[in-house]
């Protein structure tokens, strides 16, 4: 059986630049708002077909309930708290002398309603839920549960429903996290496990929410078993290979030795990918072809997928997309802002 | 998606109206604005001063939009407003996902006015028109 792990950390810095992260925080906070949204990590790993993605959401203080919603490839087989020291330790992997800086991740999470709930989870101060349906129905559940989404949240939406119907909701119960004991900077890691068929990476969501000229900055670690074909490629649009190389032992020891890891293979390939382009740049997805030979036009959002004429499978097909932690790192960026009314002009 | 078809039939309608009204005055005094993925599907409006005129204002979008009409000073209140939903004026519609409504206005005197959505971002975003008042 093939075998193949895709994985990556994805950052966020887009929603939370590292020059100036008051003001990329500010556009994610409401009117009340007294949380700040740090930098989020993800990983996304792939594995005799079921992708393994893990993220981490961090507490920044404040009070209320924030979240995003995440695009998905699949539908969930389980979703559980992740292991303490994945992310950290990949990006020591590429990064090992700013490993102290790197650990800003941070918070999310959302909602949605009319659309169909899959699972509902818990884990610490986050409650995650598992959508399945359009981009309008996907919406309006979030709008439903309290949520302002940004003005092109709408056209994203649909973009991705369109690739796969399957959305993951998260909400950042601050308040719980205070009475949690977490501290500002405390990260909640998550682990979804889902059945995909190959992966991708949605890097286009990482701008929802931001103005055209604001910058997005986000690592991915793509974990594969040989190396993968890319697409976009060759790599433009504020998007370049900072490292692309057989994954260490040691770099897979440390991360099969985490909860829930012990599905790490015993060899891979490891790539990072670098985002630092403006949101209006950020057009486009990462498609990963895990095999090596052609990454689909579709995953990377560069083509549109062709109308379905049959009944809607819930196995994602070939093109579908493996998950993405960018998403997740965008959370931030998608959909804020619950409990708080919206103030309107 | 019921919603979503009534609000087809309701543009479609509106739409029918506007064009017959259009035809028969050289303004039109009923007027159909449509929002999908946040923008307005019409951004210059052209209307007769003095005469009702009768605006429906379709959202299609899955998230809340508003509709407010008036000078440059009326907006500059509202990019600082601090109403959480806008009540009966005439002119400030609040509008849910999926969502129609009708609002009627008689303008007294010719010029430009603009209608935006003040909710954050949604101004920069492009969700705005002008409304000309014709003498």
């Given at each position: 059986m093939r075998r193949f792990l895709a994985g990556f950390a994805a950052i966020a810095a887009a929603l939370i630049a590292t020059t100036q992260p008051a003001a990329a925080c500010a556009g994610l906070i409401g009117p009340n708002g007294a949380v700040n949204l740090l930098r989020t990590t993800t990983f996304a790993g792939y594995h005799d077909g079921v992708e393994h993605y893990v993220t981490s959401f961090q507490f920044a203080g404040g009070s209320g309930q924030f979240g995003s919603l995440i695009p998905l490839p699949g539908i969930p087989d389980k979703v559980e708290k992740g292991g303490a020291w994945t992310l950290q330790r990949l990006i020591r992997e590429t990064t090992p002398v700013t490993l102290a800086d790197s650990l800003k991740r941070l918070s999310l999470?959302?909602?949605?309603?009319?659309?169909?709930?899959?699972?509902?989870?818990?884990?610490?101060?986050?409650?995650?839920?598992?959508?399945?349906?359009?981009?309008?129905?996907?919406?309006?559940?979030?709008?439903?549960?309290?949520?302002?989404l940004p003005p092109a949240a709408p056209e994203v939406l649909d973009f991705y429903a369109n690739r796969s119907p399957i959305f993951l909701a998260a909400v950042f119960d601050a308040d719980a996290a205070k009475a949690r004991g977490q501290q500002i900077g405390d990260g909640t890691p998550v682990h979804v496990t889902i059945p995909t068929a190959n992966p991708w990476v949605p890097l286009r969501i990482l701008g929802l929410g931001k103005n055209a000229d604001d910058r997005i900055d986000a690592d991915v670690y793509l974990l594969t078993d040989q190396r993968p074909a890319l697409l976009p490629y060759p790599f433009a649009n504020g998007m370049s290979l900072q490292h692309s190389a057989v994954a260490t032992n040691s770099l897979l020891d440390d991360l099969r030795s985490d909860k829930g890891m012990g599905w790490i293979p015993r060899s891979g390939w490891l790539s990072?990918?670098?985002?630092?382009?403006?949101?209006?740049?950020?057009?486009?997805?990462?498609?990963?072809?895990?095999?090596?030979?052609?990454?689909?036009?579709?995953?990377?959002?560069?083509?549109?997928?062709?109308?379905?004429?049959?009944?809607?499978?819930?196995?994602?097909?070939?093109?579908?997309?493996?998950?993405?932690?960018?998403?997740?790192a965008s959370f931030g960026a998608i959909f804020l802002l619950r409990k708080s009314q919206s103030v309107v002009g | 998606m019921i919603i979503r078809t009534l609000v087809a039939l309701a543009l479609a309608a509106l739409a029918a109206s506007a064009c017959t009204t259009a035809s028969a005055a050289q303004l039109t005094t009923h007027v159909a604005?449509?929002?999908?993925?946040?923008?307005?599907?019409?951004?210059?409006?052209?209307?007769?001063?003095?005469?009702?005129?009768?605006?429906?204002?379709?959202?299609?979008?899955?998230?809340?939009?508003?509709?407010?009409?008036?000078?440059?000073?009326?907006?500059?209140?509202?990019?600082?407003?601090?109403?959480?939903?806008?009540?009966?004026?005439?002119?400030?519609?609040?509008?849910?996902?999926?969502?129609?409504?009708?609002?009627?206005?008689?303008?007294?005197?010719?010029g430009p006015l603009t209608f935006i959505c003040h909710f954050p971002q949604h101004e920069a975003y492009g969700m705005a028109g002008v409304v000309v008042v014709k003498p």
């Open positions: 999470n959302a909602a949605s309603a009319s659309a169909q709930v899959l699972m509902e989870v818990r884990i610490d101060a986050l409650d995650i839920t598992v959508l399945k349906g359009g981009g309008a129905e996907v919406g309006q559940w979030a709008s439903e549960h309290g949520f302002r990072k990918i670098a985002i630092d382009a403006s949101a209006s740049q950020l057009s486009y997805d990462l498609a990963v072809d895990a095999k090596g030979t052609s990454p689909s036009r579709v995953a990377a959002g560069l083509q549109a997928p062709a109308k379905q004429t049959g009944p809607t499978n819930d196995r994602p097909s070939s093109d579908q997309i493996a998950l993405i932690g960018i998403a997740l | 604005i449509r929002i999908h993925y946040s923008h307005f599907d019409q951004t210059k409006i052209d209307v007769p001063v003095g005469v009702p005129i009768t605006f429906t204002l379709i959202n299609d979008d899955p998230i809340d939009h508003e509709w407010l009409i008036g000078d440059e000073a009326f907006h500059a209140r509202h990019r600082a407003g601090t109403e959480t939903v806008h009540g009966d004026r005439p002119n400030e519609i609040s509008l849910p996902p999926f969502s129609v409504k009708t609002t009627t206005l008689t303008f007294d005197k010719p």
